[in-house]
């Protein structure tokens, strides 16, 4: 199992920019991709960006391609997630996500990022 922990949600204005953070701990040697998903009132868990661990590609959702930026760091225990160009429609609470080998999904407590003037 793997432990993910989040930080640097909180309010922005529009146009404004956020980096998120996760930390990750536990059994990280089967990790192959982490990512962040988030949830708007209302709204299904969707996918926002993902990183894999083999050779760092990444998949970025249409709606943050441009603004939103994904890394990790070579140990594969930290992923950032830059967001620039904030909307209110980014206004949702993210959550970091882990795959490991053997299907095995973790998730992080979810961190609330408010997009508002």
């Known amino acids: 199992q793997v432990q993910l922990v989040e930080s640097g949600g909180g309010l922005v204005q529009p146009g404004g920019s956020l980096r998120l953070s996760c930390t990750a701990s536990?059994?990280?040697?089967?990790?192959?991709?982490m990512g962040w998903y988030r949830q708007a009132p209302g709204n299904q868990r969707e996918l926002v960006a993902r990183?894999?661990?083999?050779?760092?590609?990444?998949d970025i959702a249409d709606s943050v391609k441009g603004r939103f930026t994904i890394s990790k760091n070579n140990a594969m225990d930290m992923v950032f997630l830059q967001m620039n160009g904030l909307k209110s429609e980014d206004t949702a609470v993210y959550y970091c996500h882990a795959v490991s080998y053997g299907a095995q999904e973790d998730w992080g407590q979810g961190i609330q990022v408010t997009v508002s003037s």
């Open positions: 536990g059994r990280l040697f089967s990790v192959y991709a």
């Open positions: 990183i894999f661990k083999s050779d760092r590609s990444a």
